[in-house]
């Protein structure tokens, strides 16, 4: 099973897009929020299943602010993390994905990519894809995948200025 993790797209769709053509068949996508007004693009660009959560740019409330997601034998807890004070630490977030029976905790809002286990939550955020905010400013996203004996590996990659992927 292999998922591609975004998040932070403020409205912009233009390096998603350059993402999701390029980086072959994905069994599901995952948006941590701040889609701010282009769900509905997202909904008719993605064919496999997708998952968007609100962030607090986004005034849509037809997203969920939280949801749990099944990923093989695992639950994926996925918010946008500023209901969770991301901007201090993970711990917090870690403490709810664990409260809801989850494995894994997906978050945004800060920007900045995260991959840590805290707590025996692993705890991932893929950056932003149109607002980067770490010391490259390159935009990033995550793909996590599961073999069929259910080990993880989870890869943090970026675009560079010419819109090519580059693994970290």
């Not at 939280?66 to 990923?71: G, L, N, P, Q, S």
Request: charged share 25%.
């Amino acid at each position: 099973m292999r998922v591609l993790i975004v998040s932070d797209t403020h409205g912009r769709h233009g390096n998603f897009e350059k993402v999701y053509d390029k980086i072959g068949p994905v069994d599901m996508v995952l948006h941590a929020g701040d889609v701010c007004g282009e769900e509905e693009w997202f909904r008719k660009k993605v064919a496999e299943e997708l998952y968007m959560v609100r962030g607090n740019c986004d005034t849509s409330f037809d997203l969920p602010s939280k949801d749990v997601i099944a990923f093989g034998d695992k639950l994926i807890f996925l918010a946008h993390g500023h209901h969770y004070s991301v901007g201090y630490g993970p711990e917090e977030i870690a403490d709810a994905a664990a409260a809801n029976g989850c494995d894994i905790a997906v978050y945004g809002h800060t920007h900045v990519p995260f991959d840590m286990e805290v707590g025996g939550v692993r705890v991932l955020n893929p950056g932003s894809l149109e607002r980067p905010r770490q010391g490259n400013g390159k935009p990033s996203f995550m793909i996590l995948e599961m073999d069929d004996a259910g080990n993880m590996l989870c890869a943090l990659n970026y675009l560079d200025a010419m819109g090519k992927i580059v693994h970290s």
